[in-house]
């Protein structure tokens, strides 16, 4: 779990907006990526691009305002 809460600020390679992309996606990891938060970053990312339809509207636009 501890790992988890580091895990969405690294993807989304952010100093200031890390608080807010973590915060923004937290949940939608925990829904839809539980099985891969072990597996590495990347595979989080992915993970999230593949579920972008069923994400939080905050998330989403973490996810776009970062280029992904």
């Known amino acids: ?20 992309g ?11 990526c539980r099985a891969q938060i072990n597996d590495g970053d990347q595979i989080v990312l992915a993970c999230l691009k593949q579920n972008r ?4 509207k905050a998330c989403a636009k973490v996810l776009a305002d970062h280029g992904q």
Do not use: E, G, N
């Open 22 to 32: 973590h915060d923004a996606c937290a949940r939608d990891v925990s829904r839809f």
């Open 53 to 56: 339809a069923k994400l939080s």
């Open 1 to 20: 779990m501890a790992r988890f809460l580091f895990l969405v600020p690294f993807i989304l390679m952010v100093s200031t907006a890390s608080a807010q």
